[in-house]
């Protein structure tokens, strides 16, 4: 084979490689798209959650201990 062909086949290897490269990463990055977009939907969740507890204590199941016997009597 001549130069130029060897340098031909290693180019076109390497740019196979990368292709392969780029598509394992747009994976990677469609899979962490998908996982924010879920934590976002979550932390909005909580917060939301937190705000209606701020607001009627009452909702989160407490009751107010200041007058129960401890378990000991």
Not at 6 to 13: A, F, S, Y
Not at 49 to 72: F, S
Request: charged content about 30%.
């Amino acid at each position: 084979m001549s130069d130029i062909e060897e340098q031909l086949i290693d180019v076109q290897t390497r740019v196979a490689y990368q292709e392969d490269t780029l598509a394992q990463l747009n994976d990677v990055i469609t899979k962490q798209d998908a996982e924010l977009v879920q934590l976002k939907q979550q932390i909005r969740l909580l917060a939301q959650r937190l705000d209606e507890l701020a607001r009627d204590p009452a909702q989160a199941g407490e009751t107010d201990i200041t007058n129960d016997r401890p378990p000991h009597y």
